[in-house]
């Protein structure tokens, strides 16, 4: 069984700085693409990062330049730094991956974890 685990999350001061972590575990044959998405309240789910295997990345406009998304392929871990905080930047923030289980391994699959709430207020 695979899952996603996010931490890192909590409350900062404007113009502060965290950085969430999540890790994949469980019989995982490979990872393709992994993610981080945001969820204000009243909000859709949004797209904040991305990064391929071979670690191209990609991100939503409203983060570029604040916001770093890095993995450890060895550790099946991504992280997302973020710097320069603003109050905009609070909601949900969930961990997604493209898995192909070992089971299951000629298939990939979209997993996510359960989310870890950023806050950010003075």
């Known amino acids: 069984q695979v899952q996603l685990v996010e931490s890192g999350g909590g409350l900062v001061q404007p113009g502060g700085s965290l950085r969430l972590s999540c890790v994949a575990s469980?019989?995982?044959?490979?990872?393709?693409?992994m993610s981080w998405y945001r969820q204000a309240p009243g909000k859709e789910r949004e797209l904040v990062a991305a990064?391929?295997?071979?670690?191209?990345?990609n991100y939503a406009d409203s983060v570029k330049g604040r916001f770093t998304i890095s993995r450890d392929n060895a550790k099946n871990m991504v992280y997302l730094q973020m710097n320069s905080l603003e109050p905009e930047d609070t909601a949900v923030y969930y961990c997604?991956?493209?898995?192909?289980?070992?089971?299951?391994?000629?298939?990939?699959?979209?997993?996510w974890g359960q989310g870890t709430q950023v806050t950010v207020s003075s």
């Open positions: 997604n991956a493209d898995i192909r289980p070992y089971r299951f391994r000629n298939s990939v699959y979209d997993y």
């Open positions: 990064i391929t295997s071979g670690g191209r990345t």
């Open positions: 469980g019989s995982i044959f490979s990872i393709n693409a």
